[in-house]
């Protein structure tokens, strides 16, 4: 009982985020079901009743049931059908208008969150993070339908809103991804497929917009099997999430330091609500911290980044405690993101970069097979400096591999950062396939492919330059999913150079540079050359910006920019007029793979 009136307090402290229909205090204390709650929640201003009906209120199973137990529940729900059903066929003859959706999501909110979910999900994603009316609707209903845990709010709340905010103009979208749903789905069924039984949940591919409707029809077939269930079921699969009470425990203190207002006057980010939510912060980080510490000392098997089917099979414990994670990590985000609002240009980078660290796949993979120790790996050349070649020896990890099948991947990436010399994607390579990389380099035998790229030995004539690197090549050809996903990338930016069809001709460069290590200023192709030519550079950084110190990446272009990357993000530009160079690592190691186009002979 206790449980459930910790659920309906929180509901109704998340439901009240929603300011446009912010009503006094004294009107929300009138109302019964707000004298129960507790001071804290009490404090909001934001106390409306009328965002919580009492269809909202019941422990949650009657979302999946539908029914409601009262008339007076009844009557209520019925009248928002009703006033959805008009709002829906408002947005019908308006389909673009943003606040005619807010207000509908609003409006079903009250009696069926799922539907929110699905109705938001199932909208261009660039479209619907624009609207910020109808993200909160969606926030509260993953709130509602408790939906935190298994949604990937790295996609919901991170890089991905800000960019669409950001880059509305120029937002592309490279892979697959037709919808947010099919693509937090599709993680979250990787991290647990049974969960979610369905062939095309496990390996979405909906490119075309039949598979697309495939998918959805088969997310709303799920989502229905979901609801015949009991939340609290005693299934194995079930009792792997991490507790609804436990939930509840983070949701009600998330709620009492973030649903308050601003310190009136101040930036969001300045006063006292500002230092009560930066300590809780800190808190949920440490705790996020603490459960990687633990994870290091456990057995890899238990983990991986990507829970698989064996997954289930292995110790609950342990599973829960990815869960815990994953969901405390989520959090963290999302409070980020609640408290300093999608407004701040590097908002989505400095998210990431708190929370990479944490996402670190080699932290995943126990003391045997993680960064500090990876005994199995001996020393490249007896001859190398100590310091690089034990960076090389830790540079990769072995790591839990996904094994899917080609195109059971869906990713969306988005233009970070653009100028007419060069372009940014954000999440060029996702966590998947950068884990994906790294088993590919890991199955080289990088003693027989490192090259050592100084000066000296260079056999490199194609750019005699200062360069201070260790490195390896990855024929991309031999490997059909880089290579495909790579020419994806050059493809979907070759248009604004005018570049013809383009092809991979070379090995990639998988480049490692400890501290003192760079590259100087040089161009990929240093003339302009006939066919075939590099004429595209692609840098897929590896590395998340905790990891090194110095070593950025500079182009000479209208002045020296240097474009901030994140693990993951790549950086197109002309290889041809380009300068570009790498600054000294201070310390740390940077680790890139330098891949180029050609144009067709
Ligand atoms: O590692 C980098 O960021 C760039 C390397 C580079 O410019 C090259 O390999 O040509
Ligand atoms: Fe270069």
Known sequence: MKGIRAWTENIEVMAAFCPQTARSAARAASCLRWQRISPAVVALPCSTPCAVTAANLGPRRRYFSGDSSSSADGVRTTAWRRKAGQLQRSLESDPD????LAELLRAVNHFDPQQVIRIFEQREPRVAFENTEAVREYIRALVLANRLDYVDLDIVFGRHWREAGWFQATAVRIMLSHS???FAFSRYA????????????????AQSSNEAKACAACCARTSRAMRRKDERSRSPLRQCVLSPEEQEAFLVQFAQHYWLPPDSGLAPWQGTRAERVQRYRAQLLSEVEELVAEAADADPADFGPLLDCAALRRSKESVLRWQRFVFLDDIARMSDVLFRGPIEPKHADEVSALTSPCWDPRLWCGPSRGLHACP????????LPSRTSQILRTAWAPVVSSDEGPGSHVHSCVVKDEAEDYIVLGNAFDQQLLLKLQDELNEKDLEELVAHYREEDSEDQQISTDRSTLGAFLDVRQTPWLEEHLLGL???????WQLPELEILEDAQYCVYGPEDHFDWHQDQPDVAPPPARRLSLVLMLSAPGDFSGGDLELNTTGIVRPGLLAGDAIIFPSETVEHRVAPVEAGMRQTLVCWAYDAA
């Open 97 to 100: 208008n943003p606040r005619r």
């Open 180 to 182: 947010a749903a099919s």
């Open 190 to 205: 990787s991290r647990c497929p049974a969960r979610f039984p369905g062939p095309s949940l496990a390996a979405p591919s």
């Open 490 to 496: 050059f493809e979907a930016v070759s248009d604004r």
């Open 376 to 383: 199995s790996r001996p020393a490249r050349r007896a001859d």
